[in-house]
């Protein structure tokens, strides 16, 4: 089945820095790779996501970029500000519906 | 709309103790997931359900069961409870299968001693 690397595991940045979180994926026929943003004690919520017919995509600060090809892609976030601490998840759907595999997170830290 | 909901926040067991997570969406989602957390491995799937009627194991189904008789409910029983249980769970809906954002519920700490 499908198998979700990411790195780093923690990451503290200065406010105004950029953050970057890297995935790579084991199942060439996986399409969608969504990423998580957790805030303490709070739920999983959708930041952005991208499919595999993309190479990137941009949301205001933050963007994804997916290398088919190598089987990776990364989370970038520029100009990180202190709300933007919280655990990131990246994940990749492996076959049929929604069976999303998850990476096993990445703390961000952004001190002020 | 409540979106999902997940009932109780909190819960503490004793070993062989069972119980039943409730999970509830009002978005007319047909695909429906349990989740649990742990600390440094991420968000694990348990079981999950592409209809009413229909359910079908994750990654970790061992030592829980579900049952899908509405659109709107998803809930989640575990049969004696180990604290190898011990986590977060975590429901998700999402109106399709076909790659769409799933909608998390607040999740229910459940601690087995």
């Known amino acids: 089945g499908e198998n979700v690397e990411q790195h780093p595991s923690t990451l503290s940045v200065q406010e105004g820095d950029s953050a970057v979180i890297k995935c790579t994926y084991s199942?060439?026929?996986?399409?969608?790779f969504p990423w998580y943003k957790q805030e303490l004690g709070k739920r999983p919520q959708l930041i952005i996501d991208?499919?595999?017919?993309?190479g990137e995509k941009k949301d205001q600060r933050i963007a994804v970029t997916l290398n088919k090809t190598a089987k990776h892609f990364s989370l970038h976030i520029t100009e990180t500000q202190p709300e933007d601490s919280a655990v990131y998840f990246c994940?990749?759907?492996?076959?049929?519906?929604?069976?999303?595999?998850f990476g096993t997170g990445t703390r961000l830290l952004v001190s002020p | 709309n409540a979106g999902v909901t997940q009932t109780p926040k909190f819960q503490v067991l004793k070993t062989g103790q069972s119980m039943t997570l409730q999970c509830a969406q009002d978005?007319?989602?047909?695909?429906m997931s349990w989740y649990r957390q742990d600390p440094g491995m991420g968000l694990r799937l348990i079981h999950y359900?592409?209809?009413?009627?229909?359910?079908d194991q994750g990654e970790v189904p061992n030592g829980y069961n579900v049952s899908r008789s509405t659109t709107e409910d998803f809930p989640l029983r575990l049969l004696s409870a180990a604290p190898s249980q011990t986590s977060v769970y975590f429901c998700?809906?999402?109106?399709?299968?076909?790659?769409?954002?799933?909608?998390f519920g607040p999740g229910t700490r459940l601690t087995v001693l």
């Open positions: 998700a809906s999402s109106y399709s299968g076909t790659g769409e954002e799933q909608f």
């Open positions: 991208i499919r595999s017919n993309v």
């Open positions: 359900s592409v209809g009413a009627g229909i359910t």
């Open positions: 978005m007319n989602h047909e695909y």
């Open positions: 994940a990749a759907r492996a076959g049929g519906f929604q069976k999303l595999v």
């Open positions: 199942d060439s026929a996986s399409n969608y």
